[in-house]
């Protein structure tokens, strides 16, 4: 299994960018997958996560409402569309997938086996 995340760069506090995650490796097909991020000399912080089969969602209360998960079932993607960027949103964001036979939401990192490998997201004041 396989997770390629894209999307991250430069922006200015109250631009925004959007992340890509594609899963691949044969068969898999996760049906909980979720973002998370890690700042400089900090901890793995969840973002958002998203269960594809029944599309329900959840976010970290400092993204809510300015963050939007969403997945394309077809594709085996998620993706995450970040709004109002505040400098506090720097990190590098980890997609991150549970295990196949899994349906419910965790915000732990450590509920999720399979990882992308981070793309870097700056957010200037």
């Known amino acids: 299994v396989q997770l390629q995340a894209s999307g991250g760069g430069v922006m200015q506090a109250g631009g925004s960018l959007r992340l890509s995650c594609a899963a691949s490796g044969g068969t898999f097909s996760s049906n909980v997958m979720a973002w998370f991020r890690q700042a400089p000399g900090k901890g793995r912080e969840f973002v958002a996560a998203?269960?594809?089969?029944?599309?329900?969602?959840s976010y970290a209360d400092s993204v809510k409402g300015r963050f939007t998960i969403a997945s394309d079932n077809a594709k085996n993607t998620i993706s995450l569309q970040m709004n109002s960027l505040k400098p506090e949103d720097t990190g590098v964001y980890f997609c991150?997938?549970?295990?196949?036979?899994?349906?419910?939401?965790?915000?732990?990192?450590?509920?999720?086996?399979?990882w992308g490998q981070g793309t870097l997201v700056t957010v200037s004041s």
């Open positions: 991150a997938a549970r295990s196949q036979r899994v349906t419910v939401i965790a915000r732990s990192h450590t509920q999720y086996p399979y």
């Open positions: 998203i269960s594809k089969g029944s599309a329900a969602s």
